[in-house]
């Protein structure tokens, strides 16, 4: 079984993985992309690397059949369920500016939080049957883990377009 921890960054998807007790092998999906140079070019904007998709999904098809793939692109790839870690938004924010990420990208990161994009782009590859919405604003990531433990065990049932963070966007409460 493969399974996907997405969400936008600053959700707390590194830390939970490295929390969740499973006999899955675990995949930090960005350091693979990184080391492995699986990439197509790098976006000097927002100073990241732009992944290649086709080479990532080729690594992990021969690499991670069986494994917890965690990345903001893990839902992007074939998996038998999708656990997105979501955050609202202003503490999402918060969080990347805690550790160093610029106003414009903590911002960017907030609205797409809000927008659900990632949530739009996990339910519409895999559909609404596989994708598990887990929140982390004020929770500990060891309940988050135990969250994601219940998924992977199949105790606990998928709940996408759970979670609504429209309201931040016209800068009312989330």
Request: charged share 30%.
């Amino acid at each position: 079984m493969r399974v996907a921890l997405t969400g936008t960054p600053g959700t707390g998807k590194t830390t939970v993985a490295e929390l969740v007790e499973t006999d899955l092998g675990g995949v930090h999906l960005n350091d693979v992309i990184r080391e492995a140079g699986l990439t197509e070019s790098v976006d000097e904007e927002r100073d990241s690397l732009v992944a290649d998709l086709d080479a990532v999904g080729s690594w992990l098809d021969a690499n991670a059949r069986e494994a917890l793939v965690e990345s903001h692109l893990a839902h992007l790839f074939d998996a038998d369920r999708v656990v997105v870690l979501r955050c609202a938004p202003e503490e999402l924010e918060r969080r990347l500016l805690d550790r160093g990420e610029s106003g414009t990208k903590a911002h960017e990161n907030a609205e797409s939080e809000a927008l659900d994009v990632i949530l739009a782009e996990a339910v519409e590859r895999h559909g609404e049957a596989t994708v598990y919405e887990v929140v982390t604003t004020d929770r500990s990531p060891g309940a988050v883990a135990r969250e994601v433990e219940a998924v992977l065990a199949g105790e606990r049932e998928p709940s996408a377009g759970t979670v609504d963070y429209t309201d931040w966007l016209a800068g009312g409460p989330a």
